[in-house]
């Protein structure tokens, strides 16, 4: 059969597996001509950027202008944490306030070389959001906001107490920045911001588009999937925090050799949170959202300060009004942000043509254990709700090369003895052991970097991302590429092979074709079978399936037994829960039944359903 | 520090922390019911309390024409949803409440200003007027994107807070006001004394509290609101307006947050912008609570309340610094007791 090129969207043969791997993956080649105009429209933005100062406009504008810069600097950290990451920061304009007082104490009070003050700016920052990030990241909710306030007011109030720091007049006399003797200042400092800004746009979309990008865009909503994918969340929440405050850190040095005095005010918990309203207001998810909130926001606030007192008068404080009500009647409208109707007008992106040619990953194992090997032993395991015992003392054992099936009726503690053996849940008494190890104990993570690779019985994709990349997230645990690599594009090869992996699984499951569809936007069908896709990228020992076959049609159904025996061939272990007696009869070598939390019975399909239990447990008694 | 000086700061710590626990409840409440940080929480008080230093003075309060102004945009918004779904059946009611009510208030108010009611009078007044100002507010600002994220939802309540702050500046002015103390003198030995309006805040924010807990635990509306607020799909399956809990926790706020005001307003001296740092402090009060329990949250909010008080005596100029950086320790030791909290957002 045919993998799908030229398939009409749909076909029945699109829905199939054949289970072969092809040699090579097949994707559609991406037209030229988005890419074109991409890099028309950036080359002129770079050129706006360098003619604006040189333009017969007042300086005003061009100050205005750096400051623009600056905020979009902060703002583009919140994309990555608060839009991407789902981490929402009030603390930001404190890390902005911390580059800034430090440089400027330095040059100011010791005459220290400012650039030698970014370096110390940076790592002071830096240092506080490890520490910010240690207390509060490891949970999740709303303990990260609450620390952000906390710190912005205590780092504020800070500020304005400490004699040594100019109380609430701040420090005055900041030296311009020099570069070979040269003071940097006016129409130079405008270009160095930019230049930082675009700098930082393309570090952000980089790393986005990379292993840690992936592991990042997973964290919002899809944190417990991440774990189970091998991916340590409260580390790659701690990067995206300390990539955004290191951000911020850079504006904060820029911002006080700009402006060359520094105070208090300019770092509250007010001006934190207009950061956000700037990310918010130009689309939290999109990198140029943060520019154009940035643009606008600073454009807005300076009209006001010029318009109102014309309008109404100087009597009260008519813009903070104004601006409120703009606020609130924007977000009623969109929501998304403005950058959403920029982007709804542009068609997405293609992203470059994968490699053909990639080497592939090596395999987790050098040998698969040979048939009939005992991989995974469950032995008397319980778990315990309060007084209900969902799971009572169940024992089973999956062996290289077999097809376990645990099934039941509703409520019979499939699923909780699913949990038990992914480390979703801890079991109250009993073991589970990999090749003799005890592993009950570990959490999801370490049990996925044993060989374990799991599915969900919700489906749980990143629905933002395409097939390939949820695909990609099975792969982790095969890579060793990290953010800074990412940023620079040090992490191509690597990552070339990753996405050569995921691709060749999508292929497996037929399903080539998809691999650039938004994963939300696959029918229910295809989403349990990316998802099969992505344990599979794992080059698992042994495939943890739950409920896989719910909701698929009897077609897409009997190509998924197809698939599963075909995988059985080449060695996997295979572990399913599953409904469907039919799906399961024809296709597993071991059936464990459960009822009550109990097994009652197990052996092969026939003696299964002979057993006068199971017929009890799904017929009722026969009087 | 002698016990005399240590009572008159414990004393200070548990009134203003009741202060502080009030607004943690009315944060939680909102929070839970609606999805919504209520930033303009602090607003609420600073308004009570600035209403009825206004009435004091005889003049007629702005919060009247912010009043007038909100039920007739609620009103046109009304007019304007029912006309697009073609639905007028409901549209009389929902006119009645949002729009006769409020112009009635604002009426009886400006009427009342210049005749020198009791104090006691006056200050029902004043919660009379902010009240109607917290479903008003959410039939205009919240209830079309109900549905947006926490986050946008979040930047809403920024603008909210600086369309009521700037208000605030333009109907009170920039000058601080401070209202005569409802009870005068005080209780105890010579060692420790009690002041009356102590003794008001602290009794009046308890018996507010338990009327809340008897409200939420006994009639059919709390529960409507404690089912909105743990299963908005579910409550709304069993046909509980998620609208009307919201318009409802709303109006909770306005009147606790007014209540607050007017309950601070002889202590302190109370400006228009006064109101977000007090309800900051209530919103970390509460969040040291888990933004999930009454109880918790009014200890979480007594306690910076306290903490507050000796701070300011032992180091006055690090007053905030104090309490705003103990809340590290205190999540740190959260974070250490509840390692895998995950609450997850789709």
Redesign the interface.
């Known amino acids: 059969m045919s993998l799908g090129r030229g398939d009409p969207v749909g076909s029945a043969a699109e829905l199939g597996f054949d289970g072969l791997p092809p040699n090579a993956a097949p994707v559609p080649a991406p037209s030229w001509r988005p890419w074109l105009r991409d890099r028309i429209a950036l080359a002129a933005l770079v050129l706006a950027l360098v003619v604006l100062p040189l333009a017969p406009v007042s300086p005003y504008w061009v100050t205005l202008g750096s400051y623009v810069g600056l905020y979009a600097l902060v703002a583009l950290g919140l994309v990555l944490i608060t839009g991407v990451a789902g981490l929402t920061s009030f603390g930001q304009a404190a890390f902005v306030g911390i580059g800034a007082y430090t440089t400027a104490y330095l040059s100011t009070v010791h005459g220290v070389d400012p650039w030698f003050g970014l370096l110390a700016g940076v790592a002071l920052t830096g240092a506080s959001a490890l520490l910010i990030g240690a207390i509060t990241l490891r949970m999740s909710g709303h303990y990260l906001p609450l620390a952000t306030i906390a710190w912005a007011m205590a780092i504020y109030y800070l500020f304005g107490t400490l004699p040594w720091l100019g109380r609430h007049d701040g420090l005055q006399g900041i030296p311009p920045l020099r570069l070979a003797g040269v003071p940097i200042v006016g129409d130079a400092m405008f270009w160095l911001i930019w230049a930082v800004v675009l700098a930082a746009v393309a570090a952000l979309s980089n790393l986005l588009d990379s292993r840690s990008g992936r592991a990042i865009r997973a964290l919002k909503g899809r944190a417990a999937m991440a774990e189970a994918m091998g991916i340590d969340t409260t580390a790659h929440k701690t990067a995206a925090f300390l990539t955004a405050a290191v951000l911020a850190a850079v504006a904060g040095w820029l911002y006080a050799h700009l402006q060359r005095t520094v105070n208090p005010g300019s770092f509250s918990l007010n001006v934190g949170i207009e950061f956000l309203i700037m990310a918010v207001v130009g689309g939290v998810g999109h990198l140029w959202g943060a520019v154009l909130g940035a643009v606008l926001l600073t454009l807005l606030k300076d009209q006001l300060q010029v318009l109102l007192p014309k309008l109404l008068g100087t009597q009260g404080n008519f813009e903070i009004v104004v601006f409120g009500a703009l606020l609130v009647l924007l977000l009623q409208f969109a929501r998304g942000g403005l950058w959403s109707f920029v982007a709804a007008r542009v068609p997405q992106r293609p992203r470059a043509p994968l490699p053909a040619t990639a080497d592939a990953l090596p395999p987790r194992r050098a040998t698969q254990p040979p048939a009939g090997d005992p991989l995974l032993e469950v032995s008397a395991v319980r778990k315990e709700f309060g007084g209900l015992v969902a799971v009572k003392d169940v024992s089973f054992r999956v062996r290289a090369g077999e097809i376990v099936a645990l099934i039941g009726p509703n409520g019979a503690g499939k699923s909780t003895c699913f949990n038990l053996i992914t480390g979703v849940l801890p079991a109250t008494s009993g073991q589970v052991l990999h090749h003799g190890r005890r592993i009950e104990r570990l959490d999801a993570r370490r049990i996925a970097a044993l060989g374990l690779a799991r599915t969900f019985q919700h489906v749980q994709l990143v629905p933002t991302m395409s097939a390939l990349d949820n695909v990609a997230l099975g792969a982790h645990l095969r890579a060793r590429t990290g953010v800074l690599a990412a940023m620079l594009r040090l992490d191509r090869r690597a990552e070339a092979r990753l996405l050569a992996e995921a691709m060749r699984q999508l292929a497996r499951v037929g399903l080539a074709s998809q691999a650039r569809q938004e994963a939300g936007s696959l029918p229910l069908g295809q989403q349990r079978i990316v998802e099969i896709a992505r344990g599979l990228a794992a080059d698992p020992e042994l495939l943890l399936l739950d409920e896989p076959a719910a909701g698929l049609r009897l077609r897409e159904k009997q190509a998924l037994a197809g698939l599963l025996r075909t995988l059985r061939s080449e060695g996997t272990a295979i572990l399913l829960v599953e409904h469907d007696m039919e799906f399961v009869m024809g296709l597993a070598d071991h059936v464990v039944v459960m009822e009550h939390g109990e097994k009652i019975a197990e052996g092969t399909p026939a003696q299964v359903q002979r057993d006068p239990a199971v017929i009890q447990a799904y017929l009722g008694s026969v009087e | 520090m002698d016990v005399t000086i240590a009572a008159i700061l414990l004393q200070d710590g548990i009134t203003t922390g009741a202060i502080y626990a009030l607004m943690a409840l009315v944060t939680v409440l909102v929070f839970t019911v609606t999805r919504v940080i209520l930033v303009p929480a602090g607003e609420f008080v600073a308004f009570g309390a600035l209403t009825l230093a206004t009435l004091q003075r005889g003049g007629v309060p702005g919060t009247v024409k912010l009043l007038v102004a909100a039920a007739l945009i609620a009103g046109a918004i009304e007019v304007a949803s029912a006309a697009r779904r073609g639905q007028f059946a409901a549209l009389p009611r929902a006119l009645a409440g949002l729009v006769a009510v409020p112009l009635l208030i604002a009426a009886t108010v400006a009427w009342a200003a210049s005749r020198q009611w009791p104090l006691a009078a006056q200050g029902l007044l004043a919660l009379a007027a902010v009240t109607p100002l917290g479903p008003l507010l959410y039939r205009?600002?919240y209830q079309?994107?109900a549905e947006?994220?926490v986050?946008?939802l979040?930047?809403?309540s920024?603008?909210?807070?600086?369309?009521?702050?700037?208000?605030g500046?333009?109907f009170f002015g920039a000058e601080g006001w401070r209202t005569p103390a409802f009870v005068q003198g005080s209780i105890g030995t010579d060692a420790v004394t009690i002041s009356g309006q102590s003794l008001v805040v602290v009794a009046v924010s308890a018996l507010l509290m338990l009327a809340l807990a008897v409200f939420f635990s006994r009639t059919l509306r709390g529960k409507a609101l404690r089912a909105t607020a743990v299963n908005r799909v579910g409550a709304r399956l069993m046909g509980i307006s998620t609208t009307y809990a919201g318009m409802l926790a709303f109006g909770l706020a306005a009147f606790v947050g007014a209540l607050s005001g007017v309950l601070v307003a002889p202590i302190a001296t109370v400006y228009y912008d006064s109101g977000f740092l007090i309800g900051?402090k209530g919103?970390?009060g509460a969040?040291l609570g888990g933004?999930v329990s009454y109880p918790l949250a009014t200890v979480g909010a007594l306690a910076v309340g306290v903490l507050e008080s000796f701070s300011s005596f032992w180091a006055s100029?690090?007053k905030?610094?104090i309490v705003?950086?103990l809340?590290?320790p205190a999540?740190?030791y959260?974070?250490l007791r509840?390692?895998?909290?995950?609450?997850?957002?789709?």
């Open positions: 205009i600002a079309p994107i947006a994220t986050l946008v979040l930047i809403v920024v603008g909210v807070h600086f369309v009521l702050m700037g208000l500046l333009y900051l919103f970390v969040i933004l100029d690090y905030e610094i705003f950086t809340v590290l999540l740190l959260r974070s509840h390692p895998h909290r995950e609450e997850e957002e789709a």
